[in-house]
T-cell receptor
Framework: DQQVKQNSPSLSVQEGRISILNCDYT??????FLWYKKYPAEGPTFLIS?????DKNEDGRFTVFLNKSAKHLSLHIVPSQPGDSAVYFC???????????FGKGTSLLVTP | EAQVTQNPRYLITVTGKKLTVTCSQN?????MSWYRQDPGLGLRQIYY???????DKGDVPEGYKVSRKEKRNFPLILESPSPNQTSLYFC?????????????FGDGTRLSIL
């Protein structure tokens, strides 16, 4: 049973525009949410996280928004760059970090 | 440099021939974990370890074994591999419970079981 869902398998965005990647979860016990980025032939690398006590976290071009009532989070990348082209995984956990539950991933393509 | 190292990176083998995928981390992390990634399914946790000699099943543990005799190493053992274990495997380590201390992943091991 998939507890973390990324319903868009792929997304294409022009360079310089905003990329918005979405993620929904079903388990209300999740209290820590992360985004990982994955290039081919490499392992996932941590991008940004947010605790359930916050609704927004920013790190440079990346911002994660959390809507607990809707059980929804999103990753905004502004401005998007071609180097951002990768697969993005949303993950969630209970107890702030053990046993990550991953979504299926969204493949982002940023075109020049 | 903080690293999670997996070996081998690629392996093609046959059904029933025991194999071990090694994983080593140099960050003194207590928590280590194995995931498999399959098309359309994302990453699913196989086993995890909270500390030396403490291991537990994840979501898809069938057909796998692990051991944690030392803090830095967490090998994944396939005693009798089968074709349905053909997958991309990732080892990860971390210090969960600490905000901004996310899990670090190795670069993956692609296993093909014929």
């Amino acid at each position: 049973d998939q507890q973390v869902k990324q319903n868009s398998p792929s997304l294409s965005v022009q360079e310089g525009r905003i990329s918005i990647l979405n993620c929904d979860y079903t388990n209300s016990m999740f209290d820590y949410f992360l985004w990982y980025k994955k290039y081919p032939a490499e392992g996932p690398t941590f991008l940004i996280s947010i605790s359930s006590i916050k609704d927004k976290n920013e790190d440079g071009r990346f911002t994660v928004f959390l809507n607990k009532s809707a059980k929804h989070l999103s990753l905004h990348i502004v401005p998007s760059q071609p180097g951002d082209s990768a697969v993005y995984f949303c993950a969630a956990s209970r107890n702030s970090g053990y046993a990550l539950n991953f979504g299926k991933g969204t493949s982002l393509l940023v075109t020049p | 440099e903080a690293q999670v190292t997996q070996n081998p990176r690629y392996l093609i083998t046959v059904t029933g021939k025991k194999l071990t995928v090694t994983c080593s981390q140099n960050m003194n992390h207590e928590y280590m974990s194995w995931y498999r990634q399959d098309p359309g399914l994302g990453l699913r946790q196989i086993y995890y370890s909270m500390n030396v000699e403490v291991t537990d099943k994840g979501d898809v543990p069938e057909g796998y074994k692990v051991s944690r005799k030392e803090k830095r190493n967490f090998p994944l053992i396939l005693e009798s591999p089968s074709p349905n274990q053909t997958s991309l495997y990732f080892c990860a380590s971390g210090e969960p419970g600490q905000v901004n201390q996310p899990q670090h992943f190795g670069d993956g091991t692609r296993l093909s079981i014929l």
